[in-house]
C-alpha cells in the first residue's frame, strides 16, 4: 500500500510517500480501507517540530479518515464488510479512572492516530472496533473525515463545556478554521445566534452566506465593541476561540455577566493577560477543552445525520500532492478542511 510518513522533522523534505505492508488486523480490530482524510494543524506541527509528542519515525501521518470496512472479527455483527465509517482518532486505555467513567479524551495513556501512533494519511488502517462508527449517509468521504478532529471538538467545546442553549448568542472566532467552522455550523444548526470574527472579507461573507447572524472584520473593527453593538450592549453568552493570546482580551470584554468562554488552542500565543478583575467581577467561565469521547462523538454523528450538515471542503489533493496539501493548509487561505483523496491508483499490496 501507499501512505505518506514523517521521517523526521523541519519541513516538506522529511514527509515522503511509500511503498509499505498493508497492516495485519489485530483480534478486535477492524481493517478500513482508507477513501478520505482530511488535515489538520497538528500534520503541520509533526512535520515541522513534533516536540512534546512522544512518537517515533518514520510515521504515518493523519489523524482523522473515513474509508470502508475491509475485515472484522466474525463475531462482530455491527459492520459488514464495504460499510462507510469514520474513525474516531484517539486510542484510549480503557482503564484508567477516566476511561472508567467515560472521559476518554482525559486518559491518562491516550494516542492518537497519526501522532503516537500510524495514522490515515495511508490506503488501509486497522484500528479497534469502538474507534470505527457508521457515516451519516449523506456525507462524501472527504466530509465525513472532517468530523473526527475539528467537529468533534467543537461539539465537545459548544454541548458538553458551554452547555450552549438555543435562545443564546455564541461569538466564534477566526472563522475560516476547521473548528471554528464546525462550532459555526453546529450552533446555527442546535438554533443559537452566531456572531463569526475574520481578518478576511470573503471568509465573512461566505460565513453570512451559510447562515451567520453576523460578522465582523477582525482587522478593521474591535471585536468587543462591535459584539456589544450587534447583543445590545449585553454581551454573548459563549466565546468560541483557538487563537489565544491575540484575541483574548477581546474574548473577555463580549463576554455577558456570567458568561463562558471556551478555548482549544494558542495558536499566536499560551501567555495572554488573565483579566482576574473581570474574571471575577463579572463572574466569567473558561473552560480548556481537546478532542472528545466516544459518546460524544456517537451524538455528534446523529446530530450531523438529522440536521443534514455538511462539512465545508476547501480543496481535495491526491496522496502523491502531500506536500501541495500541506502547504496549502500553513498558508491560511483556506475556508473549511483541506482533504486527501485516498482512492487514486489505490491497490492491495
Not at 472532517?146 to 461569538?171: D, H, I, S
Not at 480543496?315 to 483523496?341: P, R, T
Request: charge should be negative; proline fraction near 3%; hydrophobic fraction near 40%.
Amino acid at each position: 500500500m501507499k501512505a505518506a510518513f514523517i521521517t523526521g522533522h523541519g519541513g516538506n523534505e522529511v514527509v515522503e510517500v511509500r511503498h509499505c505492508e498493508k497492516p495485519q488486523r489485530q483480534p478486535d480490530d477492524i481493517l478500513i480501507q482508507i477513501k478520505a482524510a482530511t488535515l489538520n494543524q497538528v500534520d503541520l506541527y509533526m512535520r515541522n517540530s513534533g516536540a512534546g509528542i512522544t512518537h517515533q519515525l518514520p510515521q504515518i501521518m493523519g489523524v482523522d479518515g473515513a474509508g470502508v470496512v475491509a475485515e472484522t472479527d466474525e463475531t462482530c455483527s455491527y459492520y459488514a464488510n464495504g460499510q462507510s465509517v469514520v474513525l474516531f482518532p484517539a486510542l484510549s486505555c480503557g482503564e484508567c479512572e477516566f476511561c472508567q467513567q467515560g472521559d476518554q479524551s482525559l486518559c491518562r495513556r491516550i494516542q492518537f492516530l497519526g501522532e503516537q501512533t500510524d495514522g490515515t494519511f495511508a490506503e488501509w488502517i486497522s484500528v479497534p472496533a469502538a474507534n470505527v462508527f457508521p457515516m451519516p449517509g449523506h456525507l462524501t468521504f472527504a466530509e465525513g473525515a472532517a468530523l473526527g478532529v475539528n467537529f468533534l471538538t467543537a461539539w465537545r467545546m459548544l454541548f458538553t463545556k458551554a452547555q450552549l442553549k438555543p435562545w443564546e448568542t455564541v461569538l466564534v472566532f477566526g472563522v475560516g478554521g476547521g473548528v471554528s467552522l464546525a462550532a459555526m455550523q453546529l450552533a446555527k444548526a442546535a438554533g443559537a445566534r452566531v456572531i463569526v470574527t475574520s481578518r478576511d472579507t470573503d471568509k465573512l461573507d461566505r460565513a453570512l452566506a451559510m447562515g451567520a447572524d453576523a460578522a465582523i472584520n477582525s482587522q478593521q473593527q474591535d471585536v468587543a465593541k462591535a459584539a456589544l453593538e450587534y447583543t445590545n450592549g449585553r454581551g454573548v453568552d459563549v466565546v468560541i476561540e483557538n487563537i489565544g493570546e491575540a484575541v483574548w482580551s477581546q474574548a473577555m470584554k463580549s463576554l455577558v455577566r456570567g458568561g463562558r468562554l471556551v478555548t482549544c488552542g494558542a495558536t499566536s500565543g499560551a501567555q495572554p493577560g488573565a483579566d482576574l478583575q473581570r474574571l471575577f467581577v463579572r463572574q466569567l467561565q473558561i473552560f480548556g477543552s481537546t478532542g472528545g469521547t466516544l459518546a460524544e462523538f456517537r451524538d455528534l454523528l446523529s446530530f450531523v445525520q438529522h440536521h443534514r450538515i455538511q462539512p465545508v471542503i476547501d480543496s481535495v489533493f491526491s496522496l502523491k500532492q502531500i506536500h501541495n496539501a500541506l502547504n496549502h493548509l500553513e498558508s491560511g487561505k483556506k475556508m473549511g478542511k483541506v482533504a486527501l483523496n485516498l482512492c487514486e491508483d489505490s491497490h492491495d499490496s
